[in-house]
Every structure is written in structure tokens, then in C-alpha cells.
């Protein structure tokens, strides 16, 4: 830091009014407590209701006052204090206090401002015109950028304007001049003969959509005939009825009957098959009983005697039952096919 700040650092403490007379030979050496008496005095004298303690007496009480007189200072009058400065508190840290005094220097030595050009400025507590802040924030940079072009093309603009400004001084001053005069003709019959460019213009467009309109208004009396014309057509055929609607429906019948004949004789089939598998099943079971039953009364080279019906012992037992569910089976099958042929004759004769 220089002499000269040093010495209107001086200059500025007095003029607000602090208490003690400052040297510039008291920040040679780190001196903290007249650092936090002058920090202390300038924070009551900008906020005097702060909430502040001036006790630094330990290590930890010095870090928490300068935290707090930083966070003050940034906070509400937007200045930026190096806090590390402020705690070696020499001629650095004078540094960071020229800020804050001459901030409230400048503040104590403006003129007031009048009543009528004071404005207040009040945030609302509730934000619920968002969408409409965000509508004029738009338009304030539509304008913003409207304004720029603009002011881009003053070179250009500022020719056309002098001449304008001439123009409107030598009328002004005499009318009577022939210059003048004739201007101003000229610039009317151009006026004129431009409106009459338009107006031609537009009753050429204005034919062209009467030409258009009659167009589709004919198109659309020829759609609407084909229309008439269609509906006519459709009305006709659905009244007409075939030659062989007739042949058709017969053709319809039998086939049903045939499709009812056909699914009665499947569902037979079906059903007659799961009973002959039902009873092959059967016989297999009965088969495998009896095979079980002969290996299990066998034993070396002898023979197995069964008795018959009338309690008399038979050597052929085996032999015979085997024939019996041989016999048995063949019947079986032979009604199966009475059945099926019934069932085939009756089909026959639905039919005829």
C-alpha cells in the first residue's frame, strides 16, 4: 500500500468522525486491536443494529470477528474483503478498510435527493406474477435489440435526417420559394402514383379470386351430380336381386346340412376310438395280471392246475383264458364296425 492511500485513509476515519487520532505509523506492525476497533466503529456506523461481538481476546474470538464483519460487509453492501488480509492487520489489511471507508465517505458527502425523485422499491413477499415478469423481461430485450439495430444504422439514417430537417427550415421560413414547392409536388404525385400501382394490384388479385371462386363453385356442382348419379346407382343394385341368389342359398342349406351330418359322424368317431383305446387298454392290464400271476405260481418244471367252473382241475387253464380275451377282443371289434356301419346308413339315408 502507498504513502498516499495510507494518508487518505487518515483523512477519510477523521472525516467520518472516528474517535482516535490514526497514524500512518500504526500499521508498520501488526496491531489487531485497532484493526477491530476501527472495524467495529465503521459496522455501527453503517448498521447500528448489528449483532456483533467485539470480544477477541483468543484465537478463535478474533477468526469469528473478522468472519463476521466480511460476511456483513459482502453481503449487504456487495464488497469484496479478503478475510486473511483483515487478520494479519497491517498494511494489507488497510487495504480492505479503504474499501469499507470509502464506500461510507462517499456515501456521507452525496447531496441528498429531492422528494419527487425518490422512488421506493418494494420486492413483494409473494412471487405470483412470475409469467408476467417473464413476459416483460422478453419484451425489454426485444426492444433492447431492436434499439441496437437501430442505432446501427444511424450512419445511414443520419444523412436522410439532416436533409429532412433542411427541408423543414426553408419551409418553414419561406413557403413561397419555387424549390420548395416543387418538391413537395413531386413527392405527392409519387404518393399518388404509387396508390394507383396498388389499386390496380389489388383489382387484378380481386379478379383473379372471382375467376377462383367461379371455378369452384362449378366444381362442385359437378360432384354433387356425380354424387346423385352414384347414389342412384347404389339404390339399383340393392333393389336388383341376382339370378343365382336363388341357386345360392340351396347351396347354402345343403352345405350346412352336410357340415352338421360330417361333425355328428366325427364326434362318433372320435368317441368310438377313446372307447377302443380304453379297452385295448384294458385287456393289456388284464394281460399283465395274468402274466405276473403265471410267474409267481411257477417254480422248477412244474405244472399249474386250475380248476374250471364245475371245481375239476385243468392243465390248459393258461392256454384257454388266452383264447377267451383272444375271443373276447374279436367281439369287441366286430360291433364296433355294426355300430360304424349303422351309423354310415343312417348318414345315407339323411342325406337322400
Not at 492511500?5 to 468522525?17: D, K, S, T, V
Not at 352414384?230 to 352345405?255: C, F, H, N, W
Not at 383264447?323 to 360304424?340: A, F, H, R, T
Request: with cysteine.
Amino acid at each position: 500500500m502507498s504513502y498516499r492511500e495510507l494518508r487518505n485513509f487518515c483523512e477519510q476515519m477523521r472525516a467520518l468522525g472516528y474517535h482516535r487520532i490514526i497514524s500512518m505509523e500504526n500499521f508498520r506492525r501488526p496491531n489487531f486491536e485497532l484493526v477491530a476497533d476501527i472495524l467495529y466503529w465503521l459496522v455501527l456506523k453503517y448498521q447500528p443494529d448489528a449483532d456483533i461481538s467485539d470480544n477477541i481476546d483468543e484465537e478463535r474470538h478474533r477468526v469469528e470477528f473478522i468472519k463476521q464483519i466480511t460476511t456483513l460487509f459482502v453481503s449487504k453492501a456487495r464488497l469484496k474483503i479478503n478475510a486473511k488480509r483483515l487478520y494479519m492487520a497491517d498494511v494489507y489489511a488497510v487495504q480492505e478498510i479503504f474499501k469499507i471507508s470509502t464506500y461510507l465517505y462517499k456515501a456521507q458527502i452525496s447531496q441528498p435527493a429531492e422528494e419527487d425523485e425518490v422512488h421506493e422499491f418494494s420486492l413483494p413477499s409473494k412471487l405470483c406474477n412470475i409469467k408476467s415478469h417473464k413476459v416483460l423481461a422478453q419484451e425489454i430485450t426485444d426492444l433492447a435489440t431492436r434499439l441496437y439495430d437501430q442505432l446501427g444504422k444511424e450512419d445511414e439514417v443520419r444523412v436522410a435526417r439532416e436533409k429532412a430537417l433542411q427541408f423543414l427550415q426553408n419551409v418553414s421560413r419561406g413557403g413561397d420559394s419555387q424549390s420548395e414547392q416543387s418538391q413537395i409536388k413531386m413527392c405527392i404525385e409519387q404518393i399518388l402514383k404509387q396508390q394507383d400501382s396498388n389499386i390496380q394490384d389489388m383489382s387484378k388479385y380481386v379478379s383473379g379470386l372471382e375467376s377462383d371462386q367461379k371455378q369452384i363453385d362449378e366444381k362442385i356442382k359437378r360432384k354433387a351430380k356425380e354424387l346423385e348419379q352414384a347414389e342412384k346407382r347404389l339404390k339399383g343394385m340393392t333393389s336388383v336381386k341376382p339370378v343365382y341368389q336363388e341357386e345360392y342359398d340351396i347351396q347354402e342349406y345343403e352345405l350346412d346340412k352336410l357340415y352338421q351330418i360330417y361333425m355328428e359322424k366325427y364326434r362318433n368317431l372320435v368317441y368310438l376310438d377313446n372307447v377302443l383305446d380304453a379297452q385295448n387298454k384294458q385287456a393289456e392290464i388284464e394281460l399283465k395280471k395274468w402274466n405276473q400271476f403265471i410267474q409267481g405260481h411257477q417254480c422248477g418244471g412244474c405244472t399249474i392246475f386250475h380248476t374250471d367252473e364245475d371245481g375239476e382241475l385243468d392243465e390248459d387253464g393258461k392256454v384257454d383264458d388266452l383264447d377267451d380275451l383272444s375271443g373276447g377282443e374279436d367281439e369287441e371289434e366286430e360291433d364296433e364296425q355294426d355300430v360304424i356301419e349303422n351309423l354310415d346308413d343312417d348318414g345315407e339315408d339323411e342325406d337322400f
